[in-house]
């Protein structure tokens, strides 16, 4: 966040802080105070197409800082009127709200110093995307990277692997035509990005394009010149905006581990694609194969064919393999997968050559850079790793079988229903409820059958809530566990703004918390908000509730819109436990509220003796005797 606000970065310039936004007016800036809730989407404008302008002589060049200011000017992409009248002249983005979307879009814009045609990207480019993610990971609900095309895939597949553990939606795109040209693609491939950044738990690295959003690690760029640039040849798109946006939630790659969001950030440079052609020599086999390189992604014909009549090709693909080049074989094709059904693929396996199934020569090779990077893996791992699916990003053998919506085409029938809207309007209505009374019932094995049936893990009831909500306030950690391998996502906001933490925090569910946190939930929205939560648990005495607070992470000394602290009115009251509590973890009792009163002065004036004892007896000079951090 502070590199974001600050802008202090060496390679970034930060829009929002050209504009002159700190700090806390931006913190607040990005909260959701009206009736509408606001998704937080941050834009990381790396160059390309989408941004340029044309110069005197009418060529197409990146121009910095340009940017967000001619986004200002366009009233599809900022609402003058609410931006103002919330943040200010200078604060972030708004889009017009519409009736269709639940949320209303505020983004702020991180533009790169040095804007760039994508053709120049480097792995190092990836690495500082992602950081940049990282960075600012817990201030947004969504990441945008506008990106141009020529080595979009390449970006995105590189980011799927890289996101470890990734929670949130991040979607590529870019356009074909400049976002301010009178006719582009730019405008639809950008506001269709916002919002489903905005309103969909998607927790992928994605690319949007034309009307689809796409797996990022199953896309290729198939067009220079069409405004459909991208194709997923293998994997039916995630989502398609046309006028209704509709999200096909079986498909989506939910990870299963119950770890917090982190980057790999860094890559392995030795790696290649080679591909095959009638006709190659081995010369260029063997120098194509020669130290430093360590793994090369070979894309052969068909179903994944060498010549059987090549053994000078064979025998250099054999010598490396034994050396350790992790060799992974693909196939030319735009669509399908490599296969041993032929003597011609067989070869290549017995060699030590590995299977990559169907995934895209960007994935591949994305792959290889991050999987020979693990320092932690042996080499037998590595090539393990290679053929598994990390990330979405292949289909090895059979897909994992799925009892294709029996039960809710059962209840259809009952219905009458018969056509495929109708069905998915069905499960939307029918899963979230039985999902719900799968967790009150705390039946864990009725979960797992729903998700049999083809019921979204994560997909929330008309109030925006899911499982894993009503789980946390249910408070069986068993259930929350299994939500959470089961893929469910710790971010997703219902109706109210709430997340699964909100609800475990506000039903004091101290193990749920725990195990929230280590699956990368954090506390979100206004600090001042917060502080006004504590102040009320202070004011009651309840101890516990301040406990939630401060294991979520929360700061025990916020203030509330007085600039009183959860201190002050536990002293005002004398609720002695609550006072020690707040002590005990490093409340500060010298913070003053507006009228310019301590703790204890207030607890004076009330004539709150114990706590005025307690507050006394804590130390002077700012020091707290027995503070101690937790
Ligand atoms: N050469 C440009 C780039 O990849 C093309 C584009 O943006 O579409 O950056």
């Not at 269709?100 to 480097?122: F, K, P, Q």
């Not at 294709?404 to 018969?418: F, I, K, Y």
């Amino acid at each position: 966040m502070s590199r974001l606000l600050c802008g202090s970065h060496g390679n970034v310039v930060c829009a929002t802080n050209n504009d002159g936004l700190n700090m806390e007016s931006a913190k607040r800036s990005l909260t959701g105070l009206t009736n509408k809730p606001e998704g937080r989407v941050l834009v990381l404008y790396t160059g390309g197409t989408i941004g340029m302008m044309r110069n005197e002589q009418g060529v197409l060049v990146p121009i910095a800082n340009a940017f967000v200011k001619n986004l200002r000017k366009y009233p599809q992409l900022y609402d003058r009127e609410y931006a103002e009248k919330k943040f200010g002249a200078m604060g972030p983005l708004v889009l017009p709200v519409t009736a269709t979307d639940n949320r209303r879009v505020v983004y702020n814009v991180l533009e790169y110093t040095n804007l760039c045609d994508s053709s120049n990207m480097t792995m190092d480019e990836w690495i500082r995307i992602a950081n940049d993610i990282k960075e600012s990971y817990e201030h947004f609900d969504g990441f945008v990277v506008l990106h141009g095309t020529d080595t979009l895939s390449y970006t995105a597949s590189a980011l799927s692997f890289m996101l470890e553990a990734l929670g949130k939606i991040v979607i590529l795109t870019g356009s074909q035509v400049p976002i301010f040209d009178t006719r582009s693609d730019g405008l639809d491939n950008f506001l269709a990005s916002l919002v489903i950044a905005a309103n969909y738990n998607i927790p992928e690295v994605c690319v949007f394009f034309g009307t689809n959003l796409m797996r990022g690690n199953r896309t290729s760029k198939a067009s220079a010149t069409s405004f459909e640039a991208f194709y997923s040849p293998n994997f039916s798109p995630l989502a398609t905006a046309n006028i209704k946006i509709e999200v096909d939630y079986r498909s989506i790659f939910r990870s299963c581990i119950l770890e917090k969001f982190y980057v790999h950030a860094s890559l392995n440079r030795n790696v290649g694609l080679l591909r095959l052609f009638p006709s190659i020599t081995s010369e260029l086999v063997k120098v194509f194969l020669q130290p430093p390189i360590e793994g090369v992604v070979l894309q052969t014909y068909g179903a994944g064919n060498v010549p059987t009549n090549r053994e000078d090709i064979i025998a250099e693909l054999r010598a490396a393999t034994k050396r350790g080049v992790v060799i992974v074989n693909i196939t030319q094709c735009a669509t399908g997968c490599v296969s041993d059904a032929y003597e011609a693929g067989k070869l290549l396996y017995k060699n030590g050559v590995i299977p990559g199934f169907d995934m895209t020569p960007e994935a591949a090779l994305t792959k290889l850079a991050y999987v020979l990077s693990k320092h932690e893996w042996d080499t037998e791992t590595k090539r393990q790793m290679m053929q598994t699916n990390l990330r979405g990003e292949l289909t090895a053998g059979r897909p994992p079988t799925m009892q294709d919506w029996d039960l809710v085409e059962a209840v259809a029938r009952s219905l009458r229903l018969s056509s495929a809207a109708e069905l998915q309007e069905l499960g939307s209505i029918l899963f979230p409820a039985m999902l719900n009374a799968a967790v009150i019932r705390r039946d864990i094995v009725k979960l797992e059958s729903l998700q049999g049936y083809g019921a979204d893990i994560s997909q929330a009831n008309a109030d925006g809530r899911t499982a894993l909500h009503i789980a946390c306030c249910e408070g069986d950690i068993k259930v929350v566990r299994r939500l959470l391998k089961m893929g469910a996502n710790v971010h997703i906001k219902d109706r109210f703004d709430r997340t699964p933490l909100t609800d475990a925090i506000e039903y004091d569910r101290h193990e749920i918390i725990k195990v929230l946190l280590q699956c990368g939930a954090h506390l979100h929205g206004d600090a001042v908000q917060i502080g006004e939560r504590m102040c009320d648990a202070a004011t009651a005495g309840n101890t516990k509730r301040l406990q939630s607070y401060l294991m979520a992470g929360a700061d025990l000394s916020q203030k509330d819109v007085s600039g009183r602290t959860p201190l002050h009115f536990a002293a005002l009251h004398n609720h002695t436990d609550a006072v020690k509590f707040l002590l005990d973890h490093g409340a500060d009792p010298h913070c003053i509220d507006m009228l310019g009163q301590t703790a204890t002065e207030l607890a004076k004036a009330a004539r709150a003796s114990d706590a005025i004892r307690l507050l006394t007896s804590s130390g002077q000079n700012g020091v707290v005797k027995n503070a101690h951090a937790s």
